[in-house]
């Protein structure tokens, strides 16, 4: 669990700038940086003014480096568990992105899934409870999403897992004993798997009525193109049943 919990963190242990683990850092702001870059940073010319590349606090004359020996430590035990770079696993989330709501800090990871049951939303890191856990067994996930509340009753904080086919929307169980008692309902997994095979029967009958169409016009358009080759016919033989000047005979 201690590693689990360096790995979440590590970031903080990242050069801002090259974003690598830190190499002998410490500057007198508190900031950390590679010596490397912080040290080519205040070689440019700036009037013997140096300065935090973040924070932008400066210092006169230029600080002496002094290396955290306790940092140095805890970069060097990264460095040596391999844990130089998150794994694929942890993915920061960025705009638009469902967030972890479990992930402390100011990055977080992009959720995975969201828990009907909790009204949560983990990374993959966070949701491992809900696959190992006896008591996560009965948990409903879902594809992680912002919109956690349109799935639980406004009036019983429950989860919408009823149909009611008498008033036409989804409810808790606790609106079947209530207002809904004695009406015509069904699960809500029932409803939408009947309505899905209702669209597809009805997307079949589109796509049939379609096809047919289709060949009504083909015959059409087949039928069209013989009229117009009866046509060039017919106008051929009477150009050519008519008598040509050369052959008409005139009577005095």
Not at 120 to 126: A, L, M, N, R, W
């Amino acid at each position: 669990m201690a590693q689990q919990g360096v790995l979440l963190d590590q970031d903080q242990f990242c050069c801002s700038v090259c974003l690598d683990l830190l190499k002998e850092p410490a500057i007198p702001c508190g900031h950390s940086y590679c010596r490397s870059f912080i040290e080519g940073y205040w070689d440019q010319d700036y009037q013997g003014i140096y300065s935090c590349p973040q924070c932008k606090q400066t210092f006169t004359p230029r600080p002496t480096l002094r290396k955290n020996n306790m940092l140095a430590e805890v970069v060097e035990k990264l460095k040596k568990t391999g844990l130089q770079a998150a794994p694929p696993a942890l993915c920061y989330a960025g705009p638009g992105d469902v967030v972890c709501d479990f992930c402390t800090g100011t990055r977080k990871q992009k959720a995975h899934m969201s828990c009907l049951v909790c009204l949560v939303s983990y990374c993959e890191t966070h949701l491992q409870p809900h696959y190992e856990s006896p008591g996560f067994k009965k948990h409903k996930l879902v594809k992680a999403t912002t919109q956690l509340q349109e799935k639980i009753c406004s009036h019983h904080d429950k989860l919408l897992e009823v149909y009611c086919r008498t008033d036409q929307q989804c409810i808790c169980f606790q609106c079947v004993m209530d207002e809904h008692k004695g009406h015509d309902t069904v699960s809500a997994a029932a409803e939408r798997t009947e309505k899905q095979s209702q669209l597809g029967m009805s997307q079949q009958k589109v796509q049939q009525r379609v096809q047919e169409r289709e060949k009504v016009l083909k015959e059409l358009q087949q039928a069209v193109e013989s009229l117009k080759v009866s046509i060039i016919i017919d106008q051929r033989r009477c150009t050519i049943s008519l008598p040509s000047s050369s052959q008409r005979i005139y009577k005095v």
